[in-house]
T-cell receptor
Framework: GGIITQTPKFLIGQEGQKLTLKCQQN?????MYWYRQDSGKGLRLIYY???????QKGDLSEGYDASREKKSSFSLTVTSAQKNEMAVFLC?????????????FGPGTRLTVL | GDSVTQTEGQVALSEEDFLTIHCNYS??????LFWYVQYPGEGPQFLFR?????EKGSSRGFEATYDKGTTSFHLRKASVQESDSAVYYC????????????FGAGTRLAVCP
């Protein structure tokens, strides 16, 4: 078994601030993902990475940067937080790239922008 | 592009009721279809998957059958319990997609004792 750890659990920022979210996995999985979860809208893919130092944009990448410096970690940066923004950011990982593997999710980082 | 539609945003049932959550998809070829479940304060958990027409996936009493003809993968359970209260997500992935998933909007299930 393994686990995905996300830090921080709660993040409060100010409008215009740059904010960084971190994710660690000990599954030794190749592929990692960042999703944004908004109420009533499901999960939307922001960035994914198929190996160390690789980055691929998802459907919602505008306004975000990502970094995969090690196989086990994947960071997401909100480049300029938007006022009144509230969302949960979920990190996930999976083995292989075949399209049929399950994803394992962390507990999420809940963002509030004042 | 690929898309997943879950008809019900919220479902309220009593214990031992029969559950159906409808999921329809739009995609080319033969995508893999998944159900995930999310409990409060946690990330989604994989429930089960199916990857070919007429294949049935199942876990923890839940089941769904891949139907390419109706492009559906409806979730069913014969007798729900209060502990099944959660948000359920239908998702699709496909060959060569690096395991990227397209999720539906989710269905919140509330089961009353």
């Amino acid at each position: 078994g393994g686990i995905i750890t996300q830090t921080p659990k709660f993040l409060i920022g100010q409008e215009g601030q740059k904010l960084t979210l971190k994710c660690q996995q000990n599954f030794n999985h190749d592929t990692m993902y960042w999703y944004r979860q908004d109420s009533g809208k499901g999960l939307r893919l922001i960035y994914y990475s198929i190996t160390e130092n690789d980055l691929q944009k998802g459907d919602l990448s505008e306004g975000y940067d990502a970094s995969r410096e090690k196989k086990s970690s994947f960071s997401l940066t909100v480049t300029s937080a938007q006022k009144n923004e509230m969302a949960v950011f979920l990190c996930a990982s999976s083995s292989g790239t075949g399209g049929y593997a399950e994803q394992f999710f962390g507990p999420g980082t809940r963002l509030t922008v004042l | 592009g690929d898309s997943v539609t879950q008809t019900e945003g919220q479902v309220a049932l009593s214990e031992e009721d029969f559950l159906t959550i409808h999921c329809n998809y739009s995609a080319s070829g033969y995508p893999a279809l998944f159900w995930y479940v999310q409990y409060p304060g946690e990330g989604p958990q994989f429930l089960f998957r199916a990857s070919r027409d007429k294949e049935k996936g199942s876990s923890r009493g839940f089941e769904a059958t891949y139907d390419k003809g109706t492009t559906s993968f409806h979730l069913r359970k014969a007798s729900v319990q209060e502990s099944d209260s959660a948000v359920y997500y239908c998702a699709l992935g496909g060959a060569g997609s690096f395991n990227k998933l397209t999720f539906g909007a989710g269905t919140r299930l509330a089961v009353c004792p």
